[in-house]
């Protein structure tokens, strides 16, 4: 059972987190103290659980739950410490609270950064049970030993409940205490790693589990927006809503002001019903004076990148050996290739969504939402509103891979709300969806490599121009800097910094304002790595190529672990080596170096998932058929390999890289659309066309057994699918793509130029 959308009643007191980036400080206080009488309140021992008297677990949650069982996997960690059964625990997504530090959920970081905090939690609330059991059996705390939600010594044994009901647990910890506080070896686990059921499934099956769009509240009124023909800059001339006038349960059509400028520019239509909502919009006429973007297209963005990568100044050096230059200049021979990639949409399941109205002098909003603690403050400008009078109800979210990280849908019902006076639902057809989508920016990559006389690598350059989702909330004094001083968004050139030994290094992140000021780029499923390890990977295998290397063996010469490659505690240990690893076994599965059909070729690609500082290995081996006469690519398998260190939730982790790996599939072969004056091409699945069941190929995919800190797998497997792809088609046909999607005109041009 899942409880959802309730807001939590625990103490403030106890176990405190605050995080900046991914520090976390602890602390811990006593329970509630001793509660006697036959209804004793739970024990708190941490604003992150509850234990009650018929000892059930309640553990609440502040990641967004979207399909990826995050509920489950940090409910087996916290449970897993403090010893209770399974069938005893429960999980609570949690609403907005300051107390419970920076709610977000993406960037695969939530398993990462909320291991520890968990596990510590359980293992002192397992440290304070053992203690009042002992006192409530007589014996000392030495003698017992936490079991299955119960303390046992000598034969006899107490059960959490009644330790609950009898007197509550008390005990202190500092900070540093509990920062230090040790945990189960990996020995000793017993739920962690295992094959359990999911706490989320339930609901989602018997229909009890409730979306954003299932939220509703007596009074409300159902509206839809007008989309801008630009997302900054267009301004409303005039409203013309005499058509809708004729439909019935039309109110009213609300021209938007917003301070915070998330929405400039929208005209809400209002109505009793959503499907009246749908009609009226439809014929309500805006006149528009339109925002500079009106003028910028697809090619346009692209342009402007290259000619940033063409400048010898400017972005940021996130990478900068000072022998870079030398080496290319002593070069014996050299190696250079542009790369892009199409714009792309989230598409998700659920059309974005939210309930918005004022109740007791706060403001309340009921939607799905992977960033609460982004989106407060922007509620807060646009409401006028202190924050503390803001709150957003938690629930889950059907799809997101985020675009729910930007909640921007959120201001336009809020004020709608306000200016109404009511409670407001929006709702997005997928048309307004798609328009309003804050999607993947276009890319284009420059990237350079240097051999020397006996064709070792000696140095590489690595530019990539895109638009960058973080910059358009975080102000430039915020943004991560690099070693030279200059801001830089990671999310635009995460990937760029391998794990590769080339020598002399250079990477240079460049932000294409153009894109970021024509709309507003967001992050999608795995962000830079989509397009930087597409580029990488399929440059690494041109590189095999010109140094007459096999694929395989010329990538795992490079992780050899020198250097900065070697690794670090805790999330890196093993550093490339680990890389290498997953390469050789996923190479050795696909059955690497056999004899192909004519037409069908294998393919490879390797990456660490996100960032440096929390790699998930992975490797891909794709088998393709390409169709010469039509230029259709048919994948018939991916053999993929894992190492993402300890697997807390097995089902989960499999899922996620199923799914990510077929997102990946999709976004090599089928999914792009393009920025056109404006707006995106493609707003329906008429034209813009993900992956369709019937073109899944067989999937083969392994983990590696370890018990390393666990790491991200929400995103890694999109990152290895279109390289290795791109890399099998070059195997089959000798011809070699540059841009994604893949298209079948591209595959049949490049075969028409190489006869």
């Not at 419970?100 to 993406?106: E, F, I, L, N, S």
């Not at 891909?620 to 230029?631: F, K, W």
């Not at 707003?683 to 983990?703: A, H, K, M, Q």
Request: proline share 6%; hydrophobic share 45%; charged share 20%.
């Amino acid at each position: 059972m899942t409880k959802l959308g309730k807001q939590s009643s625990l103490s403030r007191r106890a176990f405190l987190v605050g995080m900046a980036g991914t520090a976390v400080t602890f602390g811990f206080a006593p329970g509630r103290g001793t509660a006697k009488e036959s209804g004793a309140s739970p024990f708190e021992p941490t604003i992150w659980y509850s234990l009650d008297r018929d000892g059930i677990v309640t553990v609440n949650i502040i990641r967004a739950e979207m399909g990826q069982h995050i509920g489950t996997a940090i409910a087996r960690v916290l449970a897993d410490e403090i010893e209770v059964d399974w069938t005893n625990v429960r999980i609570l997504l949690v609403d907005a609270d300051p107390k419970w530090g920076y709610m977000q959920t993406g960037g695969s970081k939530s398993v990462w950064v909320d291991f520890p905090i968990y596990s510590r939690a359980g293992a002192a609330g397992r440290i304070a049970l053992i203690e009042a059991g002992a006192r409530l059996l007589g014996v000392s705390p030495t003698q017992c030993v936490a079991r299955r939600g119960a303390v046992s010594a000598e034969g006899r044994s107490i059960t959490y409940g009644e330790i609950v009901r009898r007197g509550s647990p008390a005990r202190e910890f500092t900070s540093d205490q509990l920062a230090n506080l040790p945990i189960k070896p990996p020995s000793e686990r017993r739920l962690i790693g295992q094959k359990i059921d999911a706490l989320d499934v339930p609901g989602k099956i018997n229909g009890t589990a409730r979306y954003g769009i299932d939220a509703v509240v007596e009074g409300m009124v159902y509206a839809r927006p007008k989309i801008p023909p630009t997302r900054y800059g267009s301004v409303v001339r005039t409203v013309d809503d005499s058509a809708a006038k004729r439909v019935k349960g039309y109110l009213t059509s609300l021209v938007l002001e917003d301070p915070s400028e998330t929405v400039p520019g929208w005209v809400v239509v209002c109505a009793t019903s959503y499907p009246a909502a749908i009609r009226a919009a439809d014929l309500v006429k805006v006149d528009w004076a339109a925002g500079d973007a009106s003028m910028v297209s697809e090619q346009d963005i692209l342009d402007y990148g290259a000619r940033q990568i063409a400048a010898p100044r400017g972005g940021a050096l996130v990478v900068d050996d000072p022998e870079v230059d030398s080496a290319f200049r002593a070069a014996a021979s050299t190696l250079e290739r542009t790369y892009t990639t199409n714009s792309v949409l989230h598409a998700q399941l659920e059309p974005v969504n939210a309930l918005a109205f004022e109740k007791d002098g706060r403001f309340e909003i009921h939607t799905g939402s992977q960033a609460q603690s982004t989106i407060l403050p922007v509620l807060a400008r646009a409401l006028d509103l202190a924050q503390d009078r803001i709150v957003l109800r938690t629930y889950l979210l059907g799809g997101a891979f985020g675009r729910r990280l930007n909640t921007d849908y959120a201001i336009p019902a809020a004020l709608a709300a306000k200016a109404l006076g009511k409670p407001v639902k929006l709702v997005l057809t997928r048309q307004d969806d798609t328009r309003f989508d804050s999607f993947r920016s276009p890319s284009i990559q420059k990237l350079r490599l240097a051999f020397d006389v006996r064709g070792k690598v000696t140095a590489m350059e690595h530019h990539a121009s895109a638009g960058w989702p973080t910059s358009v909330y975080v102000p430039p004094a915020a943004m991560p800097k690099a070693p030279d001083g200059n801001p830089f968004d990671p999310f635009a050139i995460d990937g760029a910094d391998h794990w590769y030994s080339v020598g002399a290094q250079r990477v240079r992140a460049l932000e294409n304002d153009l894109a970021n000021r024509a709309f507003r780029p967001g992050y999608l499923r795995a962000v830079a790595p989509g397009w930087t390890n597409w580029a990488l990977e399929t440059f690494m295998d041109e590189a095999a190529r010109m140094a007459g290397a096999d694929p395989v063996a010329f990538r795992t010469g490079l992780l050899d672990g020198a250097g900065r490659n070697v690794g670090s505690a805790p999330s890196a240990v093993g550093g490339a080596k680990r890389q290498a690893a997953v390469l050789k076994r996923a190479a050795e599965k696909a059955g690497w170096g056999a004899r192909m059909p004519a037409g069908t070729g294998l393919g490879v690609a390797t990456t660490f998932g996100q960032a440096r500082s929390m790699p998930t290995w992975v490797a891909c081996v794709a088998r393709v058929r390409v169709g010469r006469s039509n230029g259709g690519v048919s994948v018939e398998k991916l053999t993929i390999v894992v190492d993402a260190g300890t697997l807390v939730h097995p089902d989960g982790a499999l899922a996620q890289v199923e799914g990510s790996a077929l997102w990946g599939l999709s976004m090599a072969l089928y999914e792009g659309t393009e920025f056109h004056k404006g707006q995106v091409k493609d707003t329906n699945f008429d034209s813009y066309t993900p992956l369709r069941i019937g073109d899944v190929p067989d999937l083969d995919i392994e983990f590696i057994e370890s018990t390393e800190a666990p790491v991200g797998l929400g995103e890694p497997g999109t990152t290895v699918v279109a390289p290795a792809i791109g890399n099998a088609i070059f195997a089959a046909t000798g011809i070699r793509l540059h841009h994604l999607p893949i298209r079948p005109a591209a595959v049949l041009a490049a075969l028409a130029s190489k006869k």
